[in-house]
């Protein structure tokens, strides 16, 4: 048995982030996404600026197309009025990310 390299993810396209903004500043959730993401990016471009690498960049626009393709499913769960008193939060296990 050989290893075999994994086969990196193609690059976003080049107006991806453009389009993702435009999404998230008409989303309902525009007024927390919107600087969560330029944030993101902020740090992520700072990192590509040392590195000399797009890589961080394409992953800000990976990740947050990922949270808004999810988005419809989170809203639907949390609409279908399910009962999580039993379970431990998230930020309670895993601490505050920064």
């Known amino acids: 048995m050989s290893a075999q ?3 990196a993810p193609a690059p976003p396209a080049p107006a991806a982030a453009a389009e993702l903004m435009d999404r998230l ?6 007024r927390t996404w ?12 700072e990192e590509s600026r040392h590195t000399y690498s797009l890589t961080p960049l394409h992953d800000v ?9 999810a ?3 989170v809203d639907a769960y949390l609409e279908s009025g399910r009962d ?7 930020t309670d296990a895993l601490g505050v990310r920064r």
Do not use: C, K, S, Y
């Open 25 to 30: 500043r008409t989303d309902r959730r525009a």
């Open 5 to 7: 390299p994994e086969e």
């Open 61 to 69: 626009v990976r990740t947050w197309q990922q949270r808004v393709a």
């Open 71 to 73: 988005a419809p499913a």
């Open 34 to 45: 919107v600087p969560a993401f330029e944030r993101a990016w902020a740090e992520a471009l």
């Open 84 to 90: 999580e008193t039993g379970f431990v939060d998230l």
